[in-house]
């Protein structure tokens, strides 16, 4: 089984290594892109485009009642929407796609490591340029980023708040203490089997199966007029 995996994985290597290189993710009706995967919600799936190296949200077509299935470094394939609703001024980086991605293989190791340090939020003020947990919808016009992958400075720490059963990341990111709801439902399952109120250090690791390295924090859609800091994955180092 073990040469199968390395030769899968040679030839997912292979094949991303021979996508067309691009200074910019198509945004074409019709184009098939390719994405490696870093997050995957109801909403919409976080990749990395890997012809331009760019941070996209794919919203993805999912049959009513059906969760995502997409796995962590997965590369999938699929094609933008004849209508890809590309012009959402809180969430530049979202686009439709036409239908459920194809997974080409899993990706590991240095060129996953060369793919998120590319990608990482620079540490140059509070996340997605505002403090607190929100901002109204009409105050975004387009030149904000919606989703940034974060090396922060203390943490992360997976909470369950007892009085409502919510999940919450903390972490420290340009000295503020961020509490962010996780809607990463692999992390949510974590703490679940665990039955704890929290997790940290190796402990989550643990229960993870592995250290998380970043976290994938997101804007959400409007939720009564404001778009709300969500924590969408947490993200192993490849």
Request: with cysteine.
């Amino acid at each position: 089984m073990k040469w199968r995996r390395d030769t899968e994985r040679i030839e997912t290597r292979r094949f991303v290594k021979s996508i067309p290189q691009r200074s910019l993710a198509a945004v074409t009706p019709g184009v098939t892109v390719y994405g490696l995967v870093i997050g995957s919600t109801a909403e919409d799936t976080t990749v990395i485009d890997l012809a331009s190296g760019a941070l996209m949200r794919w919203r993805i077509p999912w049959p009513p009642g059906t969760d995502t299935d997409l796995q962590m470094f997965s590369v999938v394939q699929t094609v933008i929407a004849d209508d890809p609703a590309d012009d959402d001024l809180a969430q530049p980086e979202a686009i439709t796609v036409a239908d459920l991605p194809r997974q080409v293989g899993i990706l590991r190791g240095r060129m996953v490591k060369k793919l998120l340090a590319n990608v990482v939020a620079p540490t140059d003020g509070p996340l997605f340029g505002f403090r607190g947990p929100s901002a109204p919808y009409w105050e975004f016009r387009g030149e904000r980023p919606s989703v940034a992958v974060l090396v922060v400075d203390r943490g992360p720490q997976l909470l369950r708040r007892p009085e409502d059963g919510s999940t919450w990341v903390r972490f420290g990111f340009e000295l503020d203490d961020v509490w962010l709801l996780c809607e990463d439902q692999s992390a949510v399952r974590a703490i679940d089997a665990t039955r704890r109120l929290s997790l940290s250090g190796k402990d989550l690791a643990g229960a993870l199966g592995f250290k998380p390295a970043y976290v994938l924090a997101s804007l959400s859609q409007p939720v009564d007029g404001h778009c709300y800091k969500t924590c969408t994955g947490l993200i192993p180092r490849a």
